[in-house]
C-alpha cells in the first residue's frame, strides 16, 4: 500500500492537535500523520486508518458510535429494570437502526435484480455455503421462494434486504473473477436495503432483516474489514433480544416480542436457529478479536430459555415435541446439569463449543490481567479462586471434546452438517489450548496437552474430504489476521 503524508509537521515534530488519525485518537497512541499511519500499519488494520478533514467526523468515528449505541441497547435488554441514565436512548419495539437519523430524505428509486439466470446461479451458490456464513433460514423454502417470478419486496419471496445479501455472498462463493468483480455494487445495494429493512412493510421483515445483519457481519469479517463487521454484528444481537429469540419455548418466561406466534414446525426452527446463530458470532468473533462479546454478562446465562438446535431439516419432520418447554439452557450446560434436551445434533455441538471457547478466552485474559496489573501478582485467596475455575471449566471442556464425534463418523451427513462439526471440534480443541496456555510455560502436562490440542485440529481436517471444504467458516481463517483460530496457538 502506498504511504502518503497528510499532516505530518515539515520539521518531523509532532502533529497539531487534533491532527492524528482516529484510531491513534482512540488508542491515545502518537500518530506520524501518514496515511495509513506507522501505527495502524503495525496492527495491520490499515482500513481503518482516517482521519477528520474539514470538520467532518471520519467514518470509522461514525461507526464505532453507532456500535456503542448498539451495545448500550443490549445491555438495557439484557437488565430491563435497571436505570437508565438521562442520556441513554430510548428503546423501540422492533430496534429501527439510527444509522440515517441526521441525513435528509431522498426520493424513492426502484431497486433493479439481476436476471433471472443470474439469480438462480447466486442462490445455489450461496445455499452451498451458506451454513458457512451464518445463514439460519430453512434452505429449501428459501430457494423456492427466492426464485418465485414474482418483483422484488412482494411478500411471497424473500425480503429485499434478505435477497440483496444473499446475492452479495452468492457472488462471492460462485468462485468466478467476473462475478466477485462486482461485489462492490452489490455491497452497497446490501447495505442500502438492510437499513431499511425493519420499515419495509415485509411480513417478515424482522427474521429476514436479521438475517441480512448477520450475512453483512460474516462478509465483513471474512473480508478483514473488523469494525463494519462488528456494527452488523451488534444490530443482530440488539435485534435477536429484542424479538426474544431467547426465549423461543420458554419454560416460565415471557416470550412477547416483536414476532407473531411462529406459523409451523419450520418457521419456529429457523427462529431457534437464529439465536444459536447470532450466539455462536458473537462468542467466536470476540475471542477472534480479544474483545469482549456483546453478550457478555454472567447472569445473562441465566436468561437463555431456547432449547438447543436441531439439524435444520429436523423441524419440519416434528422431532421438536410440541409441548417441550426449557428453561436456564446455558447454565445448565456450564454447570454439568443433567437434562432432557442432550444437544448432540452439529449444530448444537458447535453452539457449546464456541461457549466454552469464550470461556476459556475470557478466564485466561482474566487470570493474565490479574498477574501483570498487580506488582506482588495475585493474593492466595485470588489464586485459590482462579485455580479452581480453571479445573472445572478444563473438565467440562474435556468431556465436551470426548463426547463429540469425529466429522468422518457421523450417518448420512450432509456437507453441511461435516463441516460444523470441523469447527465445532477444531473450536473445542481451540479451547483447551487457550486454558492451557497459562501454564504451558512452567508445566510440562499443560504444554503437552496444548500441543495435543493444536495437533487434533490438524488431524480432524485432514480426514476429512476436500470438497467438503472449499468454503468454511471465516473463524477458521480470514484474508487479514484479524480473528484467526491460529490466534491462540
Not at 424482522?206 to 469494525?227: D, I, K, N, P
Not at 470476540?286 to 441465566?302: K, N, Q, W
Not at 435444520?312 to 410440541?322: A, H, I, Q, R, V
Amino acid at each position: 500500500m502506498a504511504w502518503t503524508s497528510r499532516h505530518a509537521s515539515p520539521d518531523g515534530g509532532k502533529l497539531q492537535r487534533g491532527a492524528a488519525c482516529y484510531s491513534c485518537r482512540r488508542r491515545k497512541r502518537r500518530c506520524d500523520g501518514n496515511l495509513p499511519c506507522s501505527q495502524c500499519s503495525h496492527l495491520n488494520i490499515e482500513d481503518e486508518c482516517e482521519y477528520a478533514d474539514g470538520g467532518k467526523r471520519a467514518i470509522a468515528h461514525i461507526l464505532q458510535e453507532n456500535i456503542d449505541d448498539l451495545e448500550h441497547r443490549i445491555h438495557d435488554l439484557e437488565h430491563p429494570h435497571w436505570p437508565r441514565p438521562e442520556h441513554a436512548v430510548p428503546l423501540h419495539q422492533p430496534y429501527h437502526a439510527s444509522i440515517s437519523r441526521t441525513s435528509s430524505p431522498r426520493p424513492k428509486r426502484a431497486v433493479s435484480e439481476p436476471p433471472k439466470e443470474m439469480i438462480e446461479q447466486l442462490v445455489d451458490s450461496f445455499l452451498a455455503y451458506s451454513s458457512e456464513v451464518g445463514f439460519f433460514m430453512n434452505s429449501s423454502r428459501f430457494r423456492q421462494s427466492a426464485l418465485l417470478p414474482f418483483p422484488l419486496g412482494h411478500h411471497s419471496r424473500p425480503s429485499p434486504a434478505l435477497l440483496a445479501t444473499a446475492y452479495l455472498w452468492g457472488l462471492r462463493l460462485s468462485g468466478q473473477s467476473n462475478l466477485i468483480a462486482q461485489e462492490p455494487v452489490y455491497l452497497a445495494r446490501a447495505l442500502s436495503l438492510t437499513t431499511k429493512g425493519l420499515s419495509d412493510p415485509h411480513p417478515q421483515r424482522v427474521m429476514h432483516t436479521l438475517q441480512a445483519e448477520v450475512l453483512l457481519s460474516y462478509f465483513f469479517f471474512a473480508s478483514g474489514r473488523v469494525l463494519e463487521g462488528k456494527y452488523h454484528s451488534a444490530a443482530a444481537i440488539s435485534l435477536s433480544l429484542s424479538s426474544s429469540l431467547h426465549l423461543v419455548r420458554s419454560q416460565s418466561r415471557d416470550t412477547s416480542g416483536t414476532l407473531s406466534p411462529a406459523a409451523d414446525d419450520v418457521e419456529e426452527g429457523e427462529r431457534i436457529h437464529a439465536w444459536w446463530t447470532v450466539m455462536v458470532m458473537d462468542k467466536c468473533w470476540a475471542v477472534g478479536l480479544c474483545e469482549t462479546p456483546s453478550f457478555a454478562h454472567r447472569d445473562s446465562l441465566a436468561m437463555v430459555d431456547a432449547p438447543w438446535p436441531l439439524e435444520s431439516d429436523d423441524y419440519g419432520k416434528g422431532y421438536l415435541s410440541p409441548s417441550a418447554r426449557y428453561s436456564h439452557t446455558i447454565q445448565k450446560f456450564i454447570n454439568n446439569a443433567p437434562t432432557s434436551d442432550t444437544g448432540m445434533t452439529t449444530v448444537a455441538m458447535l453452539a457449546k463449543a464456541s461457549i466454552l471457547w469464550q470461556r476459556a478466552d475470557d478466564v485466561a485474559r482474566t487470570m493474565l490481567t490479574h498477574t501483570y496489573h498487580t506488582l506482588t501478582g495475585m493474593s492466595p485467596e485470588t489464586a485459590v479462586v482462579f485455580r479452581t475455575e480453571f479445573v472445572r471449566l478444563d473438565a467440562l471442556i474435556d468431556r465436551f471434546r470426548d463426547a463429540l464425534v469425529p466429522p468422518n463418523q457421523i450417518s448420512n451427513p450432509t456437507p453441511a452438517m461435516t463441516r460444523a462439526l470441523v469447527v465445532a471440534h477444531s473450536v473445542a480443541h481451540s479451547a483447551t489450548v487457550r486454558l492451557q496456555s497459562l501454564f504451558s510455560h512452567t508445566d510440562v502436562l499443560a504444554k503437552r496437552k496444548r500441543l495435543a490440542a493444536a495437533r487434533s485440529i490438524l488431524g480432524i481436517i485432514a480426514a476429512v474430504p476436500l470438497r467438503h471444504l472449499k468454503y468454511i467458516n471465516p473463524i477458521m481463517g480470514v484474508r487479514r489476521s484479524s480473528s484467526l483460530l491460529p490466534l491462540l496457538m
